[in-house]
């Protein structure tokens, strides 16, 4: 429950082959199909086997940024490839 509403979870998995190698954040959009959300209270991504931001030299070079109404979204620099794989979990409400 939060704030006297159910709460729901759902994990997202998706191939990482379009997060590609730049000097400046790109931002990669991930569709998570959750239609009727009230309220988007937590996201959590693992990807690459790190939790939430990898960090290369001290910088995080891909990180979770948002989650809007169809989209979770990513800042990315980093070059993966399609043997890679982000998984994010959404904690949301609905609407009644």
Known sequence: MFEGEPLFRKTVKSNMGN????STYQLVE???G???VSKMVYA??????????YYLNGVATTH?????????LFKNKEQWGSGYGIYATLYYTKKL
């Open 34 to 36: 959750i239609s009727g």
């Open 19 to 22: 997060f590609v190698a730049s």
């Open 44 to 53: 959590e991504c693992k990807l690459g086997g790190y939790f939430n931001a």
């Open 64 to 72: 979770l940024f948002q989650v809007n109404s169809s989209n979770i």
């Open 30 to 32: 991930i569709p998570h």
